[in-house]
């Protein structure tokens, strides 16, 4: 029904077919050759209600075999799978674009966007929803050579949207999913859905803007076919985040036993970080047996989505940023039998304004309402003390070293390093390593990446002159491990004239006189989801994981105080425990690891140390 609206008003979307059996959906596949033999170029959703898990994303066929078996075994998506849509694929930045409306009049709300997969990196199976970002401009995300493009399809999409809702007079709420698909070549608006309702958990961040009196006001004059009566503005004019707090067997099914929870005790330390209680409003699905507050442990759940934290936050990409940093730490200490959630909502969009931040104007004449700021566009010096092999620091060391010989060897290396992510790393001025392991691996780095060079990419270049390129950008110290050894630390960091330190793998402990000299510029990650495992190292903490049966464990990027793996948390990202194996483990951690230290040196520029300053003391 939503794509035959979408045809008759012009609306665009994707192309699609119908279905109305299984047996017809796997014949389609059968046949020689159609445009949608492709599976990983299309997607199958389900018409009828499905509490948000309707949507399937194959990328083989016995995928969509497996799918199939899945909607069949389960009843709900049985009654919803009477009629089944498949339709091309869209790859891009989904959106979702609210109205009110009487039948006469359509009032947008702010723009806002939705994270409906269970994981981190929008990996995992599709949910509800597990977080959300409102008030957003579109503008900040997009190629400035797009903008005109993006406001007129933008437009076009509202009026074509208006004229639907007079001609079918709807009275109530539209919510309309949006993506801005092939995002960097030629961002086209399409329509993927439309529902007759709000949002979980858009709602959450999108009421913020209205008072009370404002929304109810806005109810009234709907019921009355009087929505024109009320200004086209919103009364808040921030960001506000949400974050979906679940049981970790969520979507999937629910606990088989009671979960209390102490309400209470997670509402008391909200109120000790916020003193102000517009900046942090909490929705919850909790029942209660007994009367209102009558002990700790009178709420409970099982399972599901248990916790909505709305934060607000200032409308810039830099706030946002640090946001989510501070809210990283903030949720660590909040704790029941169960608990997941997602610890990247919003950095997607922080990502693509990084990206597109130095090629505009804070001033825009064009475009006045877009948030940039004038970054530094500072190139940072970076140490990174390890103790062994340094394995989380290995892909951003090959990335930073193929941008830099890339550049140096123009003429010989045109496509060998086009698979490479590397601009987002122009921050980059210098790596320094240092080591108090004489057998450390790295130390035999520069050998290994001169034959990376000659023989992987066939990149003729004198062995003298390697060493003297690479010296520009990479230094490798060794320290020796006595009393004098944080003294000489101290010495080669003021020497190189470092901004920023890591802790890779490193076994020895930080002393104050270090931490003192680089307050909150120290960063360490720990191979776990801190405060769990603290105070462990490597192996010991994988092994224990395992011995616990944790179902989900990770890796948390931390800065570093006197008091050991308890500074504030900034990064913390999870993956699902499913090996015995220690070893295993530890080298997907490691991966993991890489991953945030890349992100987190990409987006320097919007880290706000003084804020950790202002909020934490030594």
Excluded: W
């Excluded at 034959?451 to 270049?461: A, E, M, P, S, V």
């Excluded at 948390?556 to 913390?572: F, M, N, R, S």
């Amino acid at each position: 029904y939503g794509k035959h609206i979408m045809k008759i008003y012009d609306i665009p979307t994707a192309e699609y077919v119908n279905f109305t059996s299984f047996d017809d959906l796997i014949k389609f596949f059968q046949k020689d050759s159609n445009e949608y033999n492709n599976i990983k170029k299309n997607v199958l959703k389900l018409d009828g209600l499905a509490g948000g898990k309707g949507v399937f994303l194959p990328n083989s066929y016995n995928e969509l075999l497996n799918d199939i078996e899945y909607i069949k075994n389960d009843l709900k998506l049985k009654i919803a799978s009477v009629n089944m849509l498949y339709e091309r694929r869209l790859y891009g930045i989904e959106f979702s674009l609210h109205a009110f409306c009487d039948s006469n009049t359509t009032l947008f709300m702010p723009i806002s966007k939705d994270y409906k997969k269970k994981d981190e990196y929008d990996y995992g199976p599709n949910t509800g929803g597990m977080g959300s970002v409102s008030n957003f401009n579109i503008l900040d995300i997009i190629h400035p050579k797009f903008h005109t493009s993006i406001i007129e399809q933008l437009e076009s999409l509202k009026e074509k949207l208006k004229k639907m809702v007079k001609e079918i007079s709807y009275s109530g709420v539209l919510y309309t999913g949006c993506i801005i698909d092939d995002i960097t070549n030629n961002p086209q608006i399409n329509v993927l859905e439309f529902n007759c309702r709000f949002g979980d958990p858009e709602t959450q961040s999108i009421i913020q803007h209205y008072t009370p009196s404002r929304l109810t006001n806005i109810f009234k004059k709907m019921s009355v076919n009087e929505l024109e009566q009320i200004p086209d503005d919103i009364s808040d004019k921030h960001m506000y985040l949400s974050i979906v707090l679940s049981h970790n067997l969520y979507p999937k099914s629910k606990s088989l036993e009671q979960i209390n929870i102490n309400l209470r005790g997670i509402t008391n330390i909200v109120s000790n970080h916020y003193n102000d209680e517009s900046l942090c409003k909490i929705f919850t699905s909790l029942k209660q047996p007994n009367s209102y507050f009558s002990n700790d442990a009178s709420f409970y759940s099982y399972g599901g989505r248990i916790f909505t934290f709305t934060f607000k936050v200032n409308n810039n990409f830099k706030s946002l940023y640090n946001k989510i940093l501070e809210i990283n730490s903030l949720l660590t200490k909040i704790d029941y039998e169960g608990i997941y959630y997602r610890r990247d909502i919003g950095i997607d969009l922080v990502i693509q304004n990084n990206t597109y931040n130095n090629l505009n104007s804070p001033n825009s004449p064009n475009n006045p309402s877009i948030q940039f700021y004038e970054k530094d566009n500072k190139k940072y010096n970076f140490a990174f003390l390890g103790t062994n092999n340094f394995s989380s620091l290995k892909p951003l060391l090959y990335k930073f070293l193929d941008k830099f010989f890339m550049e140096e060897n123009k003429n010989n290396t045109e496509k060998l390093f086009m698979d490479y992510d590397i601009n987002k790393l122009e921050n980059i001025n210098s790596i320094n390593i240092i080591t108090y392991n004489k057998n450390s691996s790295i130390l035999d780095f520069s050998n290994s990446y001169y034959n990376y060079l000659k023989y992987t990419f066939q990149i003729d270049i004198d062995y003298l002159k390697y060493q003297q390129l690479l010296y520009e950008k990479l230094k490798i110290f060794v320290i020796e491990n006595n009393n004098e050894y944080h003294k000489k630390l101290l010495r080669n960091l003021s020497v190189c004239d470092i901004d920023y330190i890591f802790l890779v793998g490193y076994m020895k402990i930080i002393p104050e006189s270090v931490i003192k000299c680089y307050t909150n510029k120290i960063f360490n990650f720990h191979p776990s989801l801190l405060p769990k495992y603290s105070k462990m190292m490597d192996l010991n903490v994988h092994k224990s994981v395992i011995n616990n049966n944790e179902k989900y464990t990770g890796a948390t990027l931390h800065v570093v105080t006197a008091k050991v793996d308890e500074g504030p948390i900034l990064y913390q990202r999870n993956i699902i425990v499913n090996t015995k194996s220690e070893l295993e483990l530890k080298n997907r951690i490691q991966v993991l690891e890489s991953a945030i230290l890349q992100e987190f040196i990409m987006l320097l520029d919007y880290y706000d140390n003084e804020q950790f300053k202002n909020n934490y003391s030594l």
